[in-house]
């Protein structure tokens, strides 16, 4: 199947796979199955081999995938093979935390700026990088040609927040706001939204 | 189909279709369609058919869903049509936050408990909640029989905390810490990781 036609819900699951292949290859393991990467996160194996197969041979029966070669195979169609420079809006509890998270390193991804509106926050330094105010956001990001941002900006501001990112080219923004940002159809959204989350659990409860 | 044979990844889906749902119910709406609900979360409307078809009769051709109708079934099969209590251990940056995250309300949960081992943040109080100490957690737990914590604890002691939740009986896990935990089978848990949700956007740009 040609990779520009490849189904949003199965996009949606390949990083965890490529989470759970990164996670075996830590473990010196080379070579894995659909069956141990389903019970792995929760995916049934006929699932993970017609998604997998989408993409070519990888497997061959009896031998299992080959590690090395899934994951440089999945970071390529995710275009996490390389490393994307990331902004974070809001230096409040959550926007504080993320530029002191460990967890973004070998994932394709690296936090570059961060900006606040609290003069208080402006100048501060967290995790080596400097927190600019948000009125000079627009240009910084222009000029830098950063393409995807983090909001973790109040409920009420992020709306805002969110025009001005659009406005200045960022087309992939992470959203820790409890709110449905609207946003343009070149622009994708994903939302941090811990009750989703719980709710997967209650069920099984 | 009987709901006890749910399929995990169809369970998986329930959450963000009731966000959905519940996102129009709130502008006022009364009936949805595949086609608009599809539109709102990126899944096909023929997915999202054969989903809600597994839990009986929910529309008519032509007229659409009933929102508070099958919202009120969602809930009741994703047992969230009552309060669950949540606590919080480790009160960083981000179990700060979530301490204050208002975005719970009218989602099936809500925090009861603060948690850390830092005695400078013992004793205080965040959103109406004293933060308690971890040395008397599991006593606590099992005194108020709670089933469902959030980890937001450093990558380096989240195991710990986990095994230590576990045995005092939390039966679901929301963990915020960039590591894999290890639980017994009968025991569910979440990772919010930023990465993979950015991984997501990534093949897009």
Request: proline share 4%; charged share 20%.
């Amino acid at each position: 199947m040609n990779a520009d036609k490849i189904p949003d819900i199965i996009i949606g699951r390949l990083p965890i796979y490529l989470r759970a292949l990164q996670r075996l290859a830590e473990k010196g393991t080379q070579t894995t199955s659909s069956q141990e990467l389903g019970e792995m996160i929760g995916i049934s194996a006929a699932q993970i081999r017609k998604d997998i197969s989408q993409f070519g041979e990888f497997g061959k029966q009896g031998t299992g995938y080959s590690i090395p070669f899934l994951i440089e195979r999945l970071q390529t169609i995710l275009k996490v093979n390389r490393v994307w420079d990331v902004i974070i809006v809001g230096m409040g509890d959550i926007g504080h935390g993320l530029a002191r998270y460990n967890g973004f390193g070998n994932r394709g991804f690296q936090v570059t700026m961060l900006f606040d509106n609290d003069p208080d926050k402006v100048g501060q330094t967290i995790n080596d990088l400097e927190v600019f105010s948000i009125s000079g956001m627009t240009e910084k990001i222009k000029h830098n040609k950063v393409k995807i941002a983090i909001v973790s900006v109040p409920a009420a501001v992020a709306q805002t927040v969110t025009d001005q990112l659009v406005k200045a080219g960022v087309k992939a923004i992470l959203n820790y706001a409890p709110i449905h940002l609207n946003v343009p159809k070149d622009v994708q959204v994903q939302h941090i939204d811990p009750a989703t989350h719980l709710q997967r659990m209650t069920y099984y409860l």
